[in-house]
């Protein structure tokens, strides 16, 4: 089953073919995407790797926790599951 990681303090100059490649040292990268600022399209310095399992996933955070890449030292761990917040009611609502 594959397991996400999430990438945090990526130099604003990383690609995904550039985080793929990293992670790919430890087994089958299933996807990486790096996340983008809506309104202004540069990256926010992190990302997510889908790894193909749970084994190559504990590899790639041994791995990579803590190496440096790209001038920046990376923090990697198991992604969490972030619920989705409602963006169409509330605004303006206290009550």
């Avoid at 130099?11 to 996807?31: H, I, K, P, Q, W």
């Avoid at 790096?34 to 041994?62: H, P, V, Y």
């Avoid at 926790?65 to 609502?93: H, I, S, T």
Wanted: no cysteine; charged share 25%.
């Amino acid at each position: 089953m594959a397991k996400k990681l999430y990438v945090g303090n990526l130099s604003y100059n990383t690609t995904e073919d550039g985080l793929r490649n990293l992670f790919s040292g430890f087994g089958s990268v299933a996807s990486a995407k790096i996340i983008f600022d809506r309104e202004t399209g540069n990256s926010k310095g992190f990302g997510f790797i889908e790894m193909s399992s749970e084994e190559e996933a504990s590899a790639a955070i041994a791995g990579t926790n803590g190496r440096e890449f790209e001038g920046r030292q990376l923090r990697v761990n198991e992604a969490m599951d972030k619920p989705r917040r409602d963006r169409g009611a509330g605004y303006g609502n206290s009550w």
